[in-house]
């Protein structure tokens, strides 16, 4: 609640609307003092008053002349905290739309015969906005809105769910290596193969629980940032925003084929590590190539980029789910096709290595320190 204080020296029209409108606000308690203005500042002041309204005598008659009313508003300002702000910006929020009920009232009673609204707002403003060639009646910032959030958004999950993904990997690994579980397994009558698969299936699929979480927080917290109207389910189909099922399954293989490279490769680095520790700092050096591709895509059409840094670009394999997304409303797929081939090579590549050092016994003896920053070979 607002508390408010009001000086009236008009006592006419005008103060009687203006102490009708303050009134009808909800959270605004009016206040009116019947004193001189310098006695008002000082009660206002002791009474913790956050604003103080002084209107001056002949008010209503410049409002009968159409002439400007000059209010003097005195805000209470403390030193510590944003409260101040917040109250100074609501009043003069309100403020202004009783200066518009205003400019209403003079209109009606000058031209009876128009409509106020219409002669203070000639125009009406129909936007479209053009999507792929194809007109859609949505107004063309609420789009772009839509899709910096999306660009922002979705990028965003992937780095967090390959990032989960990883280090779940390299500490599950780490964590045996440490407590010499790890021998005792391998030592088992179960295929290697079997040991890895299932390393890597447990790794996505609780990675995929918490980015399950993070991405409705996130996405709570994106639309927090919205100004404007958001778009109606409607739109978003006009705009062809829901994707198609082909696409959602490219970018899904594309998504799983990335994630099960990035944890091969953290299984098969995290093999030389001595503890969860060392494990942990190893799978670190692949985080830039989990988010450099990230913040370019949100920020930047690779297309747009020189063909050298494109090349470098597109051969790092954690890209191509963030560029799925992209091609997921604009139902171009072919760069997509063309990605998940290369992520699908690269996968496979990786996994074979993974598989050779399970099969191997190195996996038993191979082992780096980390001390430092920097690796040390354990004979």
Known sequence: EIKIALVDEDRREFSTYLKQYLGTLPNIKLTEYDCSLSEAIKRAWVEEMEALIY?????????????????????RVEVSGFSST?????????????SEFLSQTILHKRLPEYDPFVILNPLTLNYSSIVSGEVVKVRPEAAIQFSMNQSITIPTILMILMTFATNIAATSIGLEKEEKTLETLLSMPIDRMAILFGKLLGSISIAMIGAISFFFGFRYYMESFTFGEALSPEEMSSLGLYGDPVGYILLIISMFLTLSSAIAIAISISIFASDVRSAQATVSYLMPLFFIPGFITMFIDPATLPTYLQIILYAIPFIHPMLATKTLFTHNYLPTILGLIYVAAFTFLVLYIAARFFKGEKILTARFGFKLGKFRRRG
């Open 55 to 75: 209107v001056p005598p002949g008010a209503s008659e410049s409002l009968e002349r159409v002439e400007p009313i000059e209010l003097e508003i005195y805000g």
């Open 86 to 98: 917040v109250t100074s910006g609501v009043l003069s929020g309100y403020l202004a739309s009783f």
